[in-house]
C-alpha cells in the first residue's frame, strides 16, 4: 500500500460548483498534513497546511480525520484559475515527507 | 533573496555517464529533499536531510546518492545515468518540524538520458 494515495481524476467541474478531494495515508505516526498546489511542470505550491481542527482559507476547507486517517480538501465557487493538480502531502515522524500522485481538477467554463 | 536555486535547469546525459545535481538555499533552513517527477505522477522522495552531516533514503533512493557538507546546500549524485533516470528533479527545503512550516521548492532540473 502507498504511503499517501489519491483519486488521480480528473475531476471535470463547470465553474461555480464545489469539488471535493480525498486523500488517505498510511501511517498513523504522521504528523503534519498538508495540500500543495501544481501547475503544468512548474514546482509545487503551498495551498494549506491540514489542522486537526479543520481549517478555512477563503474559498478552501481542509479536513483531517486522524481515526480514518484521511484528508480532505473542498473548494467552494470554483474559479478557472483553480484548475490544476492538487497534491495531498504527510510528514511523518522522521521528517520524511511524502506526497501522493495528485488529483488532476478542470474547471470547465 | 533566492530562496531554493538548482543548477542545472536541463541536462542530456548518456547512459553511464554520472552527474551532480545542486540545490541551494539562503533561509539557513535545516530539512531538505530531493525528488523525481516521472510524466502523470506525484513527487517521490529520493533522499533527504534533516541537518548538514546527515542524510537518509526516501522511497526511490537506489541508483542515486546525497551529500550535505554545507547547511545550504544539498547535492544529489548520480554515478551512472540509466534512461530510467530521465525525470524532472526537484529539490526543497523547510525551516523546521511541524505544520506551519511549508516546503519551499526550486524550479526543478529537467534531466534526460539517452
Known amino acids: 500500500r502507498k504511503e499517501v494515495e489519491q483519486d488521480p481524476g480528473p475531476f471535470n467541474v463547470p465553474e461555480g460548483a464545489t469539488v471535493a478531494f480525498n486523500c488517505t495515508y498510511s501511517n498513523s505516526a504522521s504528523q503534519s498534513f498538508f495540500w500543495y498546489r501544481q501547475d503544468c511542470r512548474k514546482e509545487p505550491k503551498l495551498l494549506m497546511s491540514?489542522?486537526?481542527s479543520g481549517n478555512e482559507d477563503g474559498r478552501f476547507t481542509a479536513q483531517l480525520n486522524r481515526a480514518s486517517q484521511y484528508i480532505s480538501l473542498l473548494i467552494r465557487d470554483s474559479k478557472l484559475s483553480d484548475s490544476a493538480t492538487y497534491l495531498c502531502v504527510v510528514r511523518a515522524q522522521d521528517d520524511k515527507i511524502i506526497f501522493g500522485k495528485g488529483t488532476r481538477l478542470h474547471i470547465l467554463p | 533573496n533566492a530562496g531554493v536555486t538548482q543548477t542545472p535547469k536541463f541536462r542530456v546525459l548518456k547512459t553511464g555517464q554520472s552527474m551532480t545535481l545542486l540545490c541551494a538555499q539562503d533561509m539557513n533552513h535545516e530539512y531538505m529533499y530531493w525528488y523525481r517527477q516521472d510524466p502523470g505522477m506525484g513527487l517521490r522522495l529520493i533522499h533527504y536531510?534533516?541537518?548538514?552531516?546527515?542524510?537518509a533514503k526516501g522511497e526511490v533512493p537506489d541508483g542515486y546518492n546525497v551529500s550535505r557538507l554545507k547547511k545550504q546546500n544539498f547535492l544529489l549524485g548520480l554515478e551512472s545515468a540509466a534512461p530510467s533516470q530521465t525525470s524532472v528533479y526537484f529539490c526543497a527545503s523547510v525551516g523546521a518540524s511541524g505544520s506551519l512550516y511549508e516546503q519551499y521548492f526550486g524550479p526543478g532540473t529537467r534531466l534526460t538520458v539517452t
Open positions: 536531510s534533516v541537518g548538514e552531516g546527515t542524510t
Open positions: 491540514v489542522y486537526s
